[in-house]
Every structure is written in structure tokens, then in C-alpha cells.
């Protein structure tokens, strides 16, 4: 088979199909923004399409072949679109999804493309925040927002018994105008309120006094 290059796919000559047939259908799929929705790595997020390519068997195409190198020169799926995606110490890594459903990982070329050996489907995709970090990052939230809490109820605290402390003392203050004071006396072993008394000193109706 010739070498030939579609879209994202590079295929090199020398490829043979297995098992043998006089001709195959490549069948090439971009699943553009259903992605995620077909395929999804657990850990690790998709940052670029999934694309793929499939071989038949033209005379029987309901029968998925292999496709098989010859030499070293292996498929090339490039994804350019991933150059804005880059960033900091994100390592980005090439997943190939098998039809059996397995995953197969390798490393990302300079030019931001994949080296396969094998037909399937194919994207790029970055580890996910560990679950670790965010746990972290949650706690830290929560003993924030405790240690605010606390202040806030030692504060309204302090402002409530002081102001109950007033208002007591007003209302005994208030008390204490409209009361008399009483002295006390002890009677016994039992302590009495006692009022001063005052004597009325008699007084005559009339000064006339008879001889």
C-alpha cells in the first residue's frame, strides 16, 4: 500500500492489511465537541478532539481488518489545535483508544502529534487535579471559614453581655428611684426591713386653756 495523508492522519507506504484482501475503506471519524461525550479517561482530561481511522475489508465492510507496518515508519495523527493549550508544567500525553475499549498512552512529538502503530481512535489529554489537592484545598476553606465563625460569636459574645450588663443596671437603677430605702433590724436570727418612725407631737385644738 502507498503512503498517503488525510486531515490529522499520516499514513506511511508499506502497509499491509491483516488478515489479506485486495483492497480495504479507511474510514476516518472526527467527533469534534461529542468527544467527551463517546470518550472519557479516568484521571485525565481530553484537550483536543478525538479523531480516528478504521480499516474494512471493501468486499465484506462490516469486517474491521488490521492494518500492519512493514518497516518503521509508523501512523502519525497530529493535533495542532493543542499548541494554545500548552502550559506550565501540564505534561500532555497521546491516548489511543482501542475497539475493544482499552486505553494505550504515549508521549507527545514536538510537532504536536502522535506516533501510533495501530488504527483506533486518538486524542491528547492532561492529568486531572488529584483528588488529594482538592481535598486540601477544601480544608483549608473550612478551617478559614471556622476560625472567622469563632470570632464572629466571640465578638457578638462579648457585645450581648455587655449590654445585658446595661440594661440591668438601668433597670436597678430605675428601681431604686421609684423604691424607699428601708432600714433593717434583726429580729432572732431572721433580718427585717424597718421603717424610721415619727413621732406626732400633739398638738392642742386651741391654745384656750380654763383657769
Not at 492489511?17 to 468527544?35: A, E, H, V
Not at 509508523?74 to 506550565?88: A, D, H, L, R
Request: proline residues 5%; charged residues 25%.
Amino acid at each position: 500500500m502507498y503512503g498517503a495523508r488525510y486531515r490529522a492522519f499520516a499514513i506511511p507506504p508499506g502497509i499491509l492489511p491483516w488478515s489479506y484482501t485486495k483492497r480495504i475503506d479507511i474510514l476516518y471519524q472526527n467527533l469534534g465537541n461529542w468527544s467527551s461525550y463517546y470518550y472519557s479517561v479516568p484521571n485525565y482530561t481530553l484537550i483536543a478532539l478525538v479523531v480516528g481511522f478504521l480499516a474494512y475489508d471493501s468486499n465484506r465492510r462490516s469486517m474491521n481488518i488490521e492494518l500492519k507496518t512493514e518497516g518503521n515508519d509508523p501512523f502519525i495523527v497530529k493535533f495542532p489545535s493543542i499548541y494554545s493549550k500548552k502550559g506550565g508544567d501540564v505534561t500532555m500525553k497521546c491516548v489511543r483508544f482501542d475497539t475493544n475499549g482499552s486505553l494505550e498512552f504515549s508521549s507527545v512529538t514536538v510537532e504536536s502529534s502522535c506516533v501510533v502503530r495501530e488504527q483506533g481512535h486518538f486524542s491528547v489529554v492532561v492529568p486531572c487535579k488529584s483528588t488529594k489537592d482538592k481535598a486540601r484545598k477544601w480544608r483549608i476553606i473550612g478551617i478559614a471559614a471556622g476560625v472567622v465563625g469563632l470570632m464572629l460569636v466571640y465578638v457578638i459574645g462579648i457585645v450581648g453581655y455587655k449590654w445585658i450588663t446595661r440594661e440591668k443596671m438601668k433597670k436597678m437603677e430605675r428601681e431604686s428611684e421609684r423604691s424607699e430605702v428601708l432600714d433593717t433590724i434583726w429580729i432572732g436570727r431572721s433580718r427585717m426591713p424597718s421603717a424610721s418612725g415619727i413621732r406626732t407631737q400633739p398638738v392642742f385644738e386651741s391654745s384656750y386653756l380654763p383657769d
